[in-house]
Nanobody
């Protein structure tokens, strides 16, 4: 059973915008800090942004000021709004759910490709 599902990737020109969505099952979403990670070819997976159950957010330095993470508890969905995209943002983006109480419960989505190119 798939627990975390991403959508919204694609091809966009430099300077453009995309919004990624990630829907999780209610039992996971309600107890988890939700995050977005990305992995570019030949590089390690890195944290892009995360949002706690209370709405506190943190961002990597490379995306701060350009990306916005948010969560909608009514829809069990977390979003990543990406603006002013750069070619170096090209990567597979993964949604992540980390249970706040049971630290061994970590869920990953299947990933969605974001390509920034002219």
């Amino acid at each position: 059973q798939v627990q975390v599902v991403e959508s919204g990737g694609g091809l966009v020109q430099p300077g453009g915008s995309l919004r990624l969505s990630c829907t999780a099952s209610a039992t996971i979403f309600s107890f988890s800090t939700m995050g977005w990670y990305r992995q570019a070819p030949g590089k390690e997976r890195e944290l892009v942004a995360a949002v706690t159950r209370r709405g506190s957010t943190n961002y990597s330095d490379s995306v701060s000021g350009r990306f916005t993470i948010s969560r909608d508890s009514a829809k069990n969905t977390v979003y990543l709004e990406m603006n002013s995209l750069k070619p170096e943002d090209t990567a597979v983006y993964y949604c992540n759910a980390k249970h706040d109480l049971i630290r061994t419960l970590v869920y990953w989505g299947q990933g969605t490709q974001v390509t920034v190119s002219s």
